[in-house]
């Protein structure tokens, strides 16, 4: 079994968002992630930067232009 830990922006431990990922989606609007341990987030505004299969780790970043991004 294959799980990976997701993190926001780049691979840092205080950049951590969930542990045990077992399952990503995603749609034009939101980043749906399901941990192992039944968590789940919906974060709007992010996509999926980078997928690293056998370090088994996610990077989501914020899209840019998005109103409230300064």
Do not use: F, P, W
């Amino acid at each position: 079994m294959c799980l990976s830990n997701i993190y926001l922006e780049e691979k840092k431990q205080d950049k951590l968002l969930i542990e045990e990922a077992k399952q990503v989606s995603a749609d034009d609007e939101t980043v749906h992630i399901r941990s192992l341990m039944g968590e789940r987030k919906d974060l709007e505004g992010y996509y999926i930067s980078e997928v690293d299969l056998i370090e088994n780790y996610m990077i989501l970043k914020k899209k840019q232009g998005l109103r409230g991004d300064g």
